[in-house]
């Protein structure tokens, strides 16, 4: 747990004597960091209207409590502006959030990442990138957001690989995993659909697989059905049955974010509603794919025929509109789990005088 006398680092000035003392602490992601010195933390705290010790949440199955003096710190280690650093703390509240159980995805074997959208004026304010080589790399704001979120989940909240973080194969969104939606959507913005007005900026975090990307073309509904097809791949939480043996209810039942780009004008017939019910009523499985996939039984006669939903609701997609506009295709990103385990939070970023 970070205090000051932890990360203030004396008795050299030499860059790189600092950055190895860093690695020697245990503070990296296995990427060089910029060394948190004071000056450095209080800059950015300077950002925000909380004091060093103001208490962001809590993760009690650690005993720990995620002060903003701790944020701060892995924020200047993942090399953000100071200016970012009021996307990090709404990030935090959201990850922090009781029904997002940061331990259940940090901490299983599934290897999820925490995937953070960013909604709103901001999106522009900070250059966080919403269009090309959206989950790639080349965006200072993207990439250093989404990395303190993940330093500190390993240097705050104890979630660190092969202690806590028990990940069978994990994914490269844990280095950073942050993207926005484009203000051009064609379905109006996430945030908005979840409450909030459309002057607001807001973090969405959702903890989820990588993404599957979607080569499709065509008309809205065949793109759709492409997509929906993607969703519903075996070997994904989505078809990972769960703990009932009723053939009716065995799904676990999460939710999935669906991310389309390319231009908004093929969508003028298809409100947001319409979108998600698309989605949801392509994303299914016969029970004989089911059953072979999770071990359940030799499948029964008929039951190639017997289609089972794997999403409870339409609502349960979160549709996002980005990436580039030259062409029309998906990506698809399975939750790590139901959403009795996590569910995706949405907060508010505050605007800062």
């Keep these: 747990m970070f205090t000051q006398s932890d990360y203030s680092i004396s008795g050299t000035n030499d860059p790189l004597d600092l950055m190895e003392e860093c690695y020697r602490r245990g503070w990296t992601d296995g990427l060089p960091v910029v060394p948190p010195t004071p000056d450095l933390v209080a800059r950015f705290i300077d950002q925000t209207k909380f004091t060093n010790n103001h208490i962001i949440g809590e993760l009690p199955e650690r005993r720990r409590e995620i002060t903003v003096e701790k ?10 502006k100071p200016e970012y650093f009021p996307v990090v703390i709404s990030a935090c509240e959201a990850i922090l959030d009781p029904k997002f159980n940061l ?26 990138n919403c269009r090309n ?39 490269p969104g844990k280095y950073s995993f942050c993207i926005a939606e484009s203000e051009e959507s064609p379905w109006g913005q996430m945030h908005v659909e979840r409450g909030f007005d459309d002057t607001d900026s807001t973090v969405t975090a959702f903890a989820c697989e990588g993404p599957r990307q979607v080569r499709t073309s065509g008309s809205p509904d065949v793109i759709l059905n492409t997509i929906s097809d993607v969703a519903s791949s075996l070997g994904t939480s989505a078809a990972t049955v769960g703990s009932t043996a009723d053939t009716r209810s065995i799904i676990r039942r999460g939710e999935v974010a669906v991310v389309i780009s390319g231009e908004a004008r093929i969508w003028k017939n298809y409100d947001k509603d319409k979108v998600k019910l698309i989605l949801y009523e392509g994303t299914r499985r016969n029970l004989r794919d089911i059953k072979i996939a999770n071990a359940l039984g030799e499948p029964e006669e008929g039951d190639e025929n017997t289609f089972i939903q794997l999403l409870d609701d339409p609502e349960d997609i979160i549709l996002i509109f980005a990436g580039g506009e030259e062409k029309t295709m998906g990506a698809v990103l399975p939750s790590w789990g139901p959403k009795v385990s996590s569910t995706s939070i949405t907060k508010l970023i505050p605007r800062i005088s």
């Design 103 to 128: 331990v259940g995805p940090s901490s299983s074997l599934g290897g999820a990442g925490i995937l953070l959208i960013i909604n709103g004026p901001l999106v522009t304010d900070l250059g966080i």
């Design 133 to 171: 080589n959206l989950f790639g790399p080349g965006n200072r704001a993207n990439a250093t957001i989404g990395r303190a979120i993940r330093l500190i989940l390993m240097n705050a909240c104890a979630a660190i690989p092969g202690l806590f973080d028990r990940s069978v194969f994990g994914h």
């Design 71 to 80: 944020v701060a710190a892995n924020a200047v280690m993942a090399g953000c």
